[in-house]
DNA sequence: ATTATTTTTTAGGTTAGTCTAAATTTAATA
DNA sequence: TATTAAATTTAGACTAACCTAAAAAATAAT
């Protein structure tokens, strides 16, 4: 069984490793874990010693199937509890993350199920991010990221790449939420910016937005 | 600011004391936190340099001002999160503890006040026992042990002390929950087991299980 | 009141997770 | 290709929470 901080490390590798479809560097995650390089030596021996990933000296780690079920199973449980606290307990969506990062780590599966059933079985969470089920199973939603999409074209939002607070913030100020239909209205090629309607409104956002939104067409 | 580990040998500490109102011998510690003395007095070094309790060398604890506050909190938290798993997921009487015991660690005031309000301020836990408001106060409720009530007399059960899953898996049986009305309807004064009424039912019950229910009369 | 027993504390050691500083390996550059 | 730079690993040390075994203090018994 892994221990708290096991699983910490084996969600930002899966998280970085893309789903495990990529290994992962030492420095990337000792960064991603605020940490030390030498820290995380320490412990990728360790998860790899308990087959969760695997390591090549100096060439960095990748999930095993073992550890993707692991991470997934983690994952399951943070975007339920984001649910539960933004549906139930009227958070909104960018004070979820943190009390979620907390919750993820109970350990009960009766809970879990429970927590799913009293949510009504939910898909996605308030990102817009696809809910693993309970045998770490991922409904696939072909996405992609705003800044593809040409001029004229539309999406409907699904998901919010990075989880820093500013930009949460900042994309609720101009209503760009999951589920909200977005239409690119225009396209300024040379720096990649763009002119986007949600609702009845136009906003101007640069690439460092757009590359941030992942929307279905 | 005390950590996990802290937080429950505190709780353990307050309870013992009875709210703080007698002093904790380590050994008594030891064994409610199933581990060694030496343990404990490493610990109890600790958490007396964090001043929530003050330490007399091998004459036990008391919980100091601060300590019932923080031993409070927990508390709350615990009951809760245990009144929610019962009233919103469903979980059983007997069943709430275990993940109860995790829950309460969660950190963030937040949380636990939208979870307050989202339960309807309840008083009182699935157990009975009240929960103590957001600045540490219990409405006090007068209550004693089954065993003390004479033949003849009767209360409402609001508590049960021991949280050992056969009894209250036997308490369910017999149909004794909070809530519920018990009349004495016979006493064995030699061994000071008795007979009681449930709804319409007669039980026989011995002073192990009656010591351990508390009623308000 | 001295001895025996129980309780508590001290001393020294272990594991998980972290760190800094030094050594090693790989990658980049001249 | 030899050298420099960057990334990674090893070595040794720290803290929190635990342990066992031995020492010390308090309590009980003769």
């Known amino acids: 069984m892994l221990s708290l901080t096991e699983e910490n490390y084996l969600k930002a590798i899966y998280h970085l490793s893309e789903g495990g479809t ?24 360790k998860l790899s010693l308990k087959d969760v ?4 000296k100096y060439y960095g780690v990748n999930v ?29 969506w960018d004070e979820v993350h943190e009390v979620a990062e907390q919750l993820e780590h109970i350990r009960s599966i009766h809970l879990i199920d429970k927590l799913d059933e009293f949510l009504g079985f939910p898909k996605v969470d308030p990102h817009g991010d696809p809910i693993p089920d309970g ?3 991922i409904k696939a939603q072909p996405q992609v ?4 999409l040409k001029e ?6 699904t998901a919010v790449k990075d ?13 760009a939420k999951p589920g909200k239909k977005i239409k690119v209205t225009g396209k300024e090629e040379y720096d990649e910016s763009m002119e986007i309607q949600i609702d009845e409104k136009k906003v101007f956002i640069s690439k ?8 279905t067409q």
């Open 145 to 148: 990221s705003l800044d593809q």
């Open 163 to 175: 989880s820093d607070s500013n930009l949460l913030k900042y994309l609720d100020k101009i209503g």
């Open 64 to 92: 095993t199937a073992t550890g993707k079920t692991e991470a997934l199973s983690v994952i399951r449980k943070h975007r339920l509890w984001e649910t539960f606290l933004v549906q139930k307990l009227g958070f909104t």
């Open 135 to 137: 045998k770490g199973k």
């Open 53 to 56: 990933i695997s390591y090549e």
């Open 152 to 157: 004229g074209y539309q999406g409907t939002i």
């Open 22 to 45: 990529k290994s992962v560097l030492t420095n990337e995650l000792a960064e991603a874990m605020s940490t030390k390089a030498a820290s995380v030596t320490d412990m990728i021996k």
């Open 208 to 215: 460092d937005v757009s590359k941030n939104i992942l929307v």
